[in-house]
């Protein structure tokens, strides 16, 4: 009989308990009947370790106050409970929800004091930004917010924070945004700090142009007094900054908000204000760039609007420094060298002499210095002078290409700013044009009142539909200065250019004698011109007697407006001082000169007897009969207002009895200068 297999049972034992003091005692397996009634259950339970509340957690979203700021809405442990809990029915969590977010609701801020906030907050921030800007980044981000307010008062305050604080920290250097690999390279801490304030500039500055642009363009959307203050204190800064900071990033949208400007109908002070800027900036440009960005921005408003602008738009031409820069001729025989290339020649002449010798270490080393240096001169945004060269070149093709489509196309309100420039950079038009250029200028004195009486052909051919509403410069379009203008540019374009003698010219079929007999036929219109000796820029009193008030900003949209009497002396100088003119046309002028001098005012006549005083120097010997009957050759009489040549008026045919006139004149300097030209004669018989 098998015997039965005993089943096995589960030992149960007391858990150790280790007391201080006491030692782990070993229980046996057949008395843990006896222990068990020492086992203190109630004890093991009270020294276990409880259960912590976890932290409540906000589940709603932040908030914007109406000042600006961020702000998170702490939730209560009730409220959270009571929203959490599934036993009350929807009605009572609904009312539980809203009703704190009633109470919650920030009460209404008066406007003075939103202003007041915002400007304290305005000038904390600016204050951070000037001490520190790199430990204060986020600065940019935050005058950026407070801009962005519906208030115009508090954006007006920001534009002009952020102005001053940009203005302040934007550094002398043009920062280049950061490649690809950029973020992989091994730097140190401080080039990756630094290149993180950088960037946050670069940024923050470009949001700030955006919002000056904007703000620029919201007076012509919304024509109301808020919107056109912002836009005024808009294009103020953008002005400012143009002129504080025009080597750093987008310089060119800073030209843009300009340039809408100008291109608007209305000549307010905004306007005024965006041209005095375009002047200033081309007066102080040293480097090129800020010239070059100007001046295409502009020729392509003037194309877009059919050059329907101001002319005192076309006369900021006349401030670029490309005049000045340019304006120095080669010499064709020798080549002027710069005297720092001429003693770096003469040092690398010494070392060559004496061979010094190098290790491979030591040319290394001189190797990264002058990839350092290169560095450097980069870095200090220092132009070289080819380079400038290059960028003067572009802006002065520009120039002339704009002067020419406005000849092409007739703007009777923009012809003597254009004449005016052409006369200036007569020296740096090159030769390939002169053919076209004085065929225009013909056509301008064909349409004079002294060549054409009746008054055809001086209408424009641009068509009515193009043409500009009639301004105050362009009612007061003077068809006499013009042709004057026409006259000293074809003499300023051959006297401005070397090498061209009478075979170069017949070469290039540059007849000037239309010019020549202009002049001589319009020297009595401009001797009885009252206004010979005044200019655009001068103070003068209102015609009582004319049909048309002048407009006084008109005074102030002339650059370089010279006197008509400064422009006839240069166009005479141009005609009678070359030793090659025939005796002819010496003598006619001198003759006219004198009968004109009888009606001209005191400081022209001076200045005609000063002119007549170096003819005479120059070809005395020649129109020496007009003041000696006896030698008198002609016959017949002087034709004053002859209609041919000049030669063709007889001039050897009278005499200059008008000096015995000009003997009695009220000026003693007039006196004298008669006399002074009677003594140059008497010494040359």
Known sequence: MAVARAVKRRRLSPPEIITKGSSVESIGPNDYLSRAAGWNLEQEYEQRLRKQKKDVESTRLPIKTA??????????????????????????????????????KPPDVPLRQQIVEAREELARIGTLLSQDPEE???????????????????????????????????????????????????????????????????????????????????????????????????????????????????????????????????????????LETLEKLFRDDEDGNPSLDGVSQLTKMMKARHYRIDESILNTFLHLRLLSELSSRGSQNRIDKNPSSD???????????KFEFRTKKHRKLLKERKAVEKEFAEASAIVSHEERQRLQSET??????????????????????????????????????????????????????IDNPSGEGGESPIDESN??????????????????????????????????????ASSLNLDLTFFTTHLFRSLHSYALNPDIEL???????????????????????????????????????????????????????VKQLYICSLHLPEKSTQAVLALLSQVLKVHGRKVAALWNTEERKGDGVFDALYTGDVEGSNPFASTVWEGELLRCHYVPAVREGVRGLERVVREIK
């Open 467 to 504: 043409q500009q509403p009639p301004s105050s410069s362009s009612s007061q379009h003077d068809p006499l200065r013009s042709s004057l203008l026409s006259t000293t540019t074809a003499f300023a374009l051959l006297s401005g250019q070397e090498g061209i003698d009478r075979s170069t």
């Open 67 to 104: 000042e600006g700021r961020i702000e998170r809405i702490l939730v209560s442990e009730k409220e959270s409970e009571t929203e959490d809990s599934f036993l009350g029915s929807g009605n009572e969590s609904e009312s539980n929800v809203d009703g704190p977010m009633l109470e919650e």
């Open 535 to 589: 200019s655009g820029k001068s103070l003068r009193l209102p015609d009582p007697y004319s049909s048309t008030s002048p407009d006084p900003s008109t005074t102030s949209n002339k650059v370089n407006y010279k006197t008509p009497s400064v422009l006839l002396l240069r166009a005479l100088s141009s005609i009678l001082l070359p030793r090659s003119v025939s005796p002819l046309r010496v003598a006619a002028f």
């Open 343 to 353: 003693s770096t020649a003469n040092s690398r002449k010494a070392k060559s002499s």
């Open 136 to 274: 204060h980044m986020s600065g940019f981000r935050k005058l950026a917010g407070i801009s962005a307010s519906t208030n115009p008062i508090i954006k007006r305050l920001a534009l002009a924070t952020q102005l001053a604080v940009y203005k302040d920290v934007i550094p002398g250097y043009r920062i280049r945004p950061l490649g690809e690999t950029s973020n992989d390279e091994k730097i140190s801490k401080d080039v990756r700090r630094l290149r993180s304030y950088e960037q946050a500039l670069v940024s923050g500055y470009q949001n700030y142009v955006k919002e000056l642009a904007k703000s620029a363009k919201a007076s012509s959307d919304s024509p109301s007094g808020a919107a056109t203050s912002v836009s005024s204190v808009a294009v103020s800064c953008a002005c400012t900054l143009l002129l504080a900071v025009p080597h750093f990033n987008f310089r060119s949208e800073l030209v843009k908000i300009l340039i809408d400007k100008l291109s608007s109908k209305n000549r307010d002070d905004d306007f005024t204000k965006c």
């Open 396 to 449: 002065l093709k520009l120039v002339f290409i704009t002067y020419f489509r406005i000849l092409k196309a007739r703007v009777p309100s923009l012809t003597g700013a254009v004449l005016e420039g052409l006369a200036k950079y007569a020296h740096l038009i090159n030769q390939d044009f002169f053919g076209d250029l004085l065929e225009a200028f013909k056509d301008i004195i064909s349409k004079s009142p």
